[in-house]
């Protein structure tokens, strides 16, 4: 989250298949996890498989080990994806185009860093072809936390310099640093922690152990979440320095890892349902689509939620926080309840909660006074609305690609690129509806409207490609 938003979220039906996911980049950007089992081109498969050449399975790390580390670093992936645009405005006074140009940088290095873990890890390590070993995959855990400590620690260590009167210079700067190298140091970490959690395990303790992370670090997201309203306005980059030491003790977590991740192991192939492919083409357009409305929404809440609303700092996080717990509550409803598998509605109602979640957040405070109830209602219910469409879509998508197998699903390598493709029109859609006005062509008030209409669009162009992939494949067919 986590971002970078990220999936390997709820567990699939019993006796169904593994097989890969998308990685969400972010929200919580640990998405993948037993997803990558069988993707051969993603980064979990290519941190493990550096380490790790084909044999006999190996035992894979204890569940408990990996979710403890899960939890506690996803506090830090809510705080730095979602959490720092607060902060960006309490301590910065960052304004809603400011916090979304933050954002453009999470999602324009994140990429590249997941998809560049695996031939790291492989040249660090000698890799399956015996080269020279400089260390371990979990050597280079430890050293992730110690760089992420750093990293967030640095707008706390310049404002402690400028009090002392060192000459740095003022601005934001800080912090677009800390987001820059976070998202690096992110986009590294969960592919290696999925390959962790995914390696080794196969079927029902694979499913399992998905269900249970995917519930940990939403959890922890969220108390992350609710925790940040509760000192965001006496003592905000507290928060970061708080972080920073979690990070710096998250090594002593380790100690229950195995120097590298298992081998992963493969189920075996299964005839699958023709509904399912079709489902799957859809649920594989929605994931990145509710992630580019997710990166939207982040960068503008500080603003909705304070200025056009009336909250003060502390109320607006823990009531921006509402769609990550609705998020939390759908994951655990849709584990409990497998009706819905195979079920066009859930998607459709999953979209449509999507579309009408974000409406509601954009446009609600232009509903009555400024700072009423009726605005802020309808906001808080777009909020909820959104958390249960992304967790709708978000459970649809790792099932019907655990359902379909690995010879319908692409590399892990083309969902990172959907999904930063996401977290980059997301914040962008804000920056262009900025730009408009900037050059005349719209008015100030008219922004967020540009902006609805914008992340409209590209919504529709989604569905638009997930229904002609669908056609294609079935005129092949014919």
């Known amino acids: 989250m986590p971002p970078n938003a990220h999936p390997a979220d709820a567990p699939a039906q019993r006796g169904s298949p593994t097989t890969p996911i998308p990685h969400t980049a972010t929200a919580h950007p640990a998405a993948t996890a037993a997803a990558?089992?069988?993707?051969?081109?993603?980064?979990?498969q290519r941190a493990a498989a550096a380490v790790n050449p084909p044999g006999e399975p190996e035992a894979p790390t204890g569940l408990w080990p990996v979710l403890a580390f899960t939890f506690t670093n996803s506090i830090g992936s809510s705080l730095v994806t979602s959490g720092i645009y607060f902060i960006a405005k309490s301590v910065y006074r960052l304004d809603a185009v400011e916090n979304s140009m933050l954002g453009l940088v999470f999602g324009l290095l994140y990429i590249p860093a997941a998809l560049l873990v695996g031939p790291l890890i492989q040249r660090l390590t000698g890799g399956p072809a015996g080269g020279p070993s400089r260390t371990t995959p979990r050597a280079?855990?430890?050293?992730?936390?110690?760089?992420?400590?750093?990293?967030?620690?640095?707008?706390?260590?310049?404002?402690?310099?400028?009090?002392?009167?060192?000459g740095l210079p003022g601005g934001w700067w800080p912090l677009a640093v800390t987001m820059a190298a976070y998202?690096?140091?992110?986009?590294?970490?969960?592919?290696?922690?999925?390959?962790?959690?995914?390696?080794?395990?196969?079927?029902?303790?694979?499913?399992?152990?998905?269900?249970?992370?995917?519930?940990?670090w939403s959890a922890a997201v969220a108390l992350a979440f609710f925790g940040l309203s509760a000192v965001i306005e006496a003592r905000?980059?507290?928060?970061?320095?708080?972080?920073?030491?979690?990070?710096?003790?998250?090594?002593?977590?380790?100690?229950?890892?195995?120097?590298?991740?298992?081998?992963?192991?493969?189920?075996?192939?299964?005839?699958?349902?023709?509904?399912?492919?079709?489902?799957?083409?859809?649920?594989?357009?929605?994931?990145?689509?509710?992630?580019?409305?997710?990166?939207?929404?982040?960068?503008?809440?500080?603003?909705?939620?304070?200025?056009?609303?009336?909250?003060?700092?502390?109320?607006?996080?823990?009531?921006a926080g509402s769609w990550m717990l609705a998020r939390v509550v759908t994951f655990v409803l849709m584990e409990r309840w497998q009706g819905w598998?195979?079920?066009?509605?859930?998607?459709?109602?999953?979209?449509g909660l999507l579309v009408a979640g974000f409406c509601a957040v954009m446009l609600g405070p232009e509903i009555g006074a400024k700072g009423g109830w009726t605005g802020r209602a309808v906001v808080i219910g777009g909020l909820i609305s959104f958390g249960v469409s992304v967790g709708m879509i978000y459970c649809a998508a790792l099932y019907y690609a655990m359902e379909v197998g690995s010879a319908e699903v692409h590399a892990g390598g083309t969902h990172e690129m959907l999904i930063g493709i996401g977290y980059l029109l997301g914040p962008a859609s804000s920056l262009f509806a900025y730009a408009l006005f900037q050059f005349g062509v719209i008015s100030e008030r008219a922004q967020v409207f540009a902006m609805v209409g914008v992340v409209a669009l590209l919504l529709l162009a989604a569905v638009g490609i997930a229904v002609r992939q669908i056609v294609h494949r079935h005129a092949q067919r014919e």
């Open 36 to 44: 990558h089992a069988r993707a051969p081109a993603g980064p979990a």
């Open 140 to 166: 280079v855990l430890a050293w992730l936390m110690a760089l992420m400590a750093v990293s967030v620690a640095l707008p706390v260590g310049v404002g402690a310099a400028r009090q002392a009167g060192v």
């Open 236 to 319: 905000p980059l507290s928060t970061l320095l708080l972080l920073a030491g979690v990070h710096a003790l998250s090594p002593a977590m380790l100690a229950g890892f195995g120097r590298a991740p298992a081998r992963h192991v493969h189920d075996q192939a299964h005839a699958v349902p023709e509904l399912s492919k079709d489902l799957l083409a859809l649920a594989r357009v929605l994931l990145p689509a509710a992630f580019m409305v997710m990166a939207a929404l982040s960068p503008r809440l500080p603003t909705v939620m304070e200025d056009r609303l009336g909250f003060g700092a502390g109320a607006a996080v823990a009531l």
């Open 183 to 216: 998202s690096v140091l992110s986009g590294m970490l969960w592919p290696l922690v999925e390959s962790y959690l995914s390696g080794g395990r196969r079927g029902r303790d694979l499913r399992r152990a998905t269900g249970l992370f995917n519930v940990t």
């Open 341 to 351: 598998h195979g079920k066009w509605w859930v998607l459709g109602v999953g979209l």
